[in-house]
């Protein structure tokens, strides 16, 4: 395996998470926790949460075309994915994330 | 709809109703100055009928005239495409945005990019549109249209109460919004957003009848303001939008008796001597060919001539043809198109329904401004529209020409066979001066015919003038009036020759008579003479037979 080849892997694998919330509101609490715990599960050690309070920075909330609060944006792997909610429902999570394929 | 008490909120606060005016030509004359200050106003209307439009224009016009700087909330069109269609229109929103009056904010929804799980709310929208509030210190706000949500989210009940939330937020910012709706089957908006918005709603309707379309405006709900109700047309042009106000009209125009001339001096004297008033009311009615085009001219002529400025509406013929013909006849307009007194303005009857030629007559008068307008012919008109409909446009037409102090001259073409008063009979009651010209059809002539139909306020005559158009222009001559009628043209000329005929002979008569009194006055004085001498010499004899026997 050569170096590109494996840096291509690492890449491929390595999960760039951005969750928009608004201060410490219920549901933003719930989906960071919820989000958290998808990750832990399905992306141990090869996932990267960041979260943007669009309370302390609005400007941000045009970058991604974002609307409702929360909203997940899967970054990468790439294609782009964008999921909003506070995310109980695992399941769906994970068909959203394509962590599982779609029934 | 909320309401207190069965009485709508707002209403018992009337009069201190804070208005933000639109500058939007017409439309703070029917909502009584503008939209309701610091509140939503719903526009709604089909696919193209002017919303994002009007919305637009009221945040532009906010901003560079009203010192209100806005936000543009756009859901459908990119910030880039807005600018682009708005830039027709004159308005440079890349200027304003640059200059910090306008913020622009584009919200893209893409239901196949979003995926639901769990709870949310829109508090990023909220954001975005603070933000864009805060930027510029807004006191306006559109939004277009943000129906564009409902195809993005599937929660219906988040999205409603989110709605219901958006609107308390932006009344508590303090800006008037104006909110674009698609109209949809059965309701004013698809999305029923009337149940949102209950201060303000404004209906655009964009029809075609009779293959014509026009635009038309309705003020559906005003809370707490007297406002018009009926239908105004509007018309989008390079300017923006122009309503019209219709009802606001009343009859309580200033009256002027100054008098103008109406370019033939016998047709002044006809009329008292003046000619028609200032701001009055003139129609020529005939059939075709009569010469109302050449009496609408010689009246342009006249108004120019004084200095004032005329506007010259034609509906038949193109300015070029329309200059020619009348320099035929002595009337010469051409200078004073070039000296801008008078502007020639020709176009197809059809081109518009018959209320945008009021819209846009109303916008030629109000830019050039002058003294006289000719409408020439008026009943071209009804190619555009019912007999009803010219009426009530020709009404609200010369209702505003008065009140604003034009005079207004229409000619009007009435078919041949039928009773020329009677077809006009609908548009009488707004005429101050009628005038008929009519064929007078004698000896194998066709002459033509002047009257006075009526004038108010005036005295006028009430013969018949014969009209002669000349290359020097138009002339009124007295018809023949005798035993046998009124004649005219070359029967009028037979009749003046014959008597003129019948005078020499008379004179011819008089001065034989003459002469032969003055031979028979030479033959007296001689005899006189002779007698006088006869007698002198039968004295001389007296005296010397006297002297004799004297002597003796």
């Known amino acids: 395996m050569t170096a590109t080849q494996r840096k291509a892997v690492s890449d491929e694998q390595r999960w760039n998470l951005r969750l928009y919330t608004a201060g410490q509101s219920p549901k933003s609490l719930a989906a960071l926790n919820n989000l958290k715990r998808i990750c832990d599960e399905h992306l141990a050690g090869r996932y990267h949460i960041e979260v943007v309070d669009l309370l302390k920075n609005p400007r941000l909330a045009k970058d991604d075309e974002i609307v409702a609060i929360p909203t997940l944006v899967r970054k990468l792997p790439q294609p782009l994915r964008r999921i909003i909610g506070d995310l109980s429902d695992v399941e769906r999570a994970l068909v959203g994330l394509q962590l599982k394929p779609r029934k | 709809m909320m309401r207190e008490n069965g009485i709508p909120r707002g209403r018992q606060k009337a009069r201190d109703l804070p208005k933000a005016p639109t500058g939007i030509q017409g439309l703070d004359e029917i909502t009584g100055g503008g939209l309701p200050k610091g509140r939503p ?316 030629h009021l819209v846009q007559i109303h916008k030629i008068v109000s830019e050039f401004s002058p003294d006289a307008v000719v409408i020439d012919p008026i009943s071209n008109l009804s190619n555009a529209g019912s007999m009803e409909d010219v009426e009530s446009m020709l009404l609200r037409l010369v209702d505003y020409l008065k009140s604003q102090q034009i005079t207004a001259f229409f000619t009007h073409l009435t078919s041949g066979g039928r009773a020329t008063e009677a077809t006009d009979v609908g548009i009488s009651s707004i005429i101050d001066t009628w005038l008929l010209v009519r064929d007078i059809e004698l000896g194998g002539e066709r002459n033509r015919g002047l009257y006075v139909l009526k004038s108010r306020g005036m005295k006028h005559s009430n013969q018949i003038r014969e009209f002669v158009i000349t290359p020097q222009g138009i002339e009124l001559l007295d018809v023949y009036v005798g035993p046998d009628g009124v004649l005219t043209g070359s029967m009028r000329a037979a009749q003046e020759a014959r008597e003129e005929a019948d005078l020499r002979v008379r004179r011819h008569e008089l001065e034989v008579k003459q002469l032969e009194l003055e031979r028979l006055r030479a033959a007296l004085d001689a005899r006189m003479q002779e007698r006088a001498d006869a007698a002198t010499r039968r004295g001389a004899d007296e005296m010397k037979a006297r002297r004799k026997k004297q002597g003796q």
């Open chain 2, 41 to 356: 106003t719903l526009v709604c209307g089909g696919p193209g009928c002017g919303k994002t439009l009007l919305a637009l224009e009221f945040i532009v016009r906010g901003a560079t005239q009203f010192n209100e700087p806005g936000a543009i909330i756009t859901f459908e069109e990119t910030a880039e495409e807005l600018a682009q269609n708005v830039r027709s229109l004159g308005f440079d929103l890349d200027r304003l945005v640059k200059d910090k009056k306008v913020a622009l904010d584009h919200v893209r929804v893409e239901a196949s990019e979003i995926e639901e799980n769990g709870e949310y709310d829109l508090e990023a929208l909220f954001l975005r549109i603070g933000l864009a509030i805060d930027t510029v210190g807004a006191k306006r706000i559109a939004l277009d249209t943000i129906e564009s949500l409902f195809g993005g989210f599937s929660n219906m009940a988040v999205l409603r109460s989110e709605l219901r939330r958006l609107f308390r937020f932006l009344k508590d910012k303090g800006v008037t919004a104006v909110i674009t709706g698609e109209r949809g089957g059965g309701s004013l908006t698809r999305q029923g957003l009337e149940e949102y918005v209950s201060d303000c709603v404004i209906l655009l309707d964009h029809r075609a009848t009779n293959h014509i379309s026009t635009r038309r405006m309705r003020i559906v709900k005003y809370r707490g303001t007297t406002h018009g109700t009926s239908e105004y047309p509007f018309l989008i042009d390079e300017a923006g939008i122009s309503v019209l106000p219709v009802t606001a009209l009343k009859l309580e125009h200033a009256v002027s008796s100054e008098r103008v001339s109406t370019g033939v001096p016998r047709l002044d004297r006809m009329l008292g001597g003046g000619g028609y008033y200032k701001g009055s009311s003139i129609l020529v009615s005939g059939t075709a060919g009569t010469g109302k085009t050449s009496l609408a001219a010689s009246f342009a002529l006249a108004t120019v001539k004084r200095g004032a400025r005329c506007l010259y509406l034609a509906f038949e013929e193109s300015p070029q043809q329309l200059a020619r013909n009348m320099r035929s006849i002595g009337v010469d307009l051409e200078p004073y198109m070039k000296k801008g007194l008078l502007k020639l303005q020709a176009s197809r009857p059809t081109f518009h329904g018959i209320e945008m």
